[in-house]
């Protein structure tokens, strides 16, 4: 059975950090693109960072670029999202979902999902 478990939101101040992780199972994760996305209330799901777990290659969106930071230990099949420098446009439920071999931005290619977890940037 595929399991992606997303851990490690929560509530933090602007200017703050947290670390996302998202643990997988159920598939070999060497063949497939981890991607982490958010949705915030009354908007569309959008990608915010990609990692290929075959050669590291890695994607942000703009919005994050310099801030957020995503990386892959192989060997525990997890990958994670440091985020530093929060804002408060940054609140919403982050998921993590895989794709096989190459990271895409369009939540629709992605075949599965955790089932989130918060964030939430007070300002």
């Known amino acids: 059975e595929v399991q992606l478990v997303e851990s490690g939101g929560g509530l933090v101040q602007a200017g703050g950090s947290l670390r996302l992780s998202c643990a997988a199972s159920?598939?070999?994760?060497?063949?497939?693109?981890i991607g982490w996305f958010r949705q915030a209330p009354g908007k569309e799901r959008e990608g915010v960072s990609c990692?290929?777990?075959?050669?590291?290659?890695?994607y942000y969106t703009d919005s994050v670029k310099g801030r957020f930071t995503i990386s892959s230990d192989n060997a525990k099949n997890t990958v994670y999202l440091q985020m530093n420098s929060l804002k408060p446009e940054d609140t919403a439920v982050y998921y993590c979902?895989?794709?096989?071999?190459?990271?895409?931005?369009?939540?629709?290619?992605?075949?599965?999902w955790g089932q989130g977890t918060q964030v939430t940037v007070s300002s």
């Open positions: 990692i290929s777990s075959s050669d590291g290659s890695t």
């Open positions: 979902a895989a794709r096989p071999l190459i990271c895409a931005s369009y939540y629709l290619e992605y075949d599965y």
């Open positions: 159920g598939f070999t994760f060497d063949d497939y693109a």
